[in-house]
């Protein structure tokens, strides 16, 4: 993974959680395979570099899903991935 894609992600690593104005998520999953983040996001090929697989925390019926988003100054990491 280059260190520009890295930036774009971010501290987004499994067991992460971050949260930011559209609510807090729980990292599930990192994809980094261009052509499986594409059909994740349903994006073309060439328009999707990763995916992250997130669950929304802050909703008891919170279903994982994908997005592809970077990371920005908007976004807080509230715990590091990894801890449990």
Do not use: C, K
């Amino acid at each position: 993974m280059t260190s520009d894609i890295a930036a774009q992600i971010g501290p987004r690593t499994a067991g992460a959680i971050y949260q930011n104005s559209d609510g807090a998520f729980e990292v599930l999953a990192l994809v980094t395979d261009p052509a499986q983040a594409a059909r994740l996001l349903n994006r073309r090929p060439a328009a999707a570099r990763f995916a992250v697989i997130v669950r929304d925390v802050l909703r008891a019926d919170g279903q994982p899903f994908a997005v592809g988003s970077v990371w920005t100054t908007s976004d807080h990491l509230v715990r590091a991935g990894g801890a449990r």
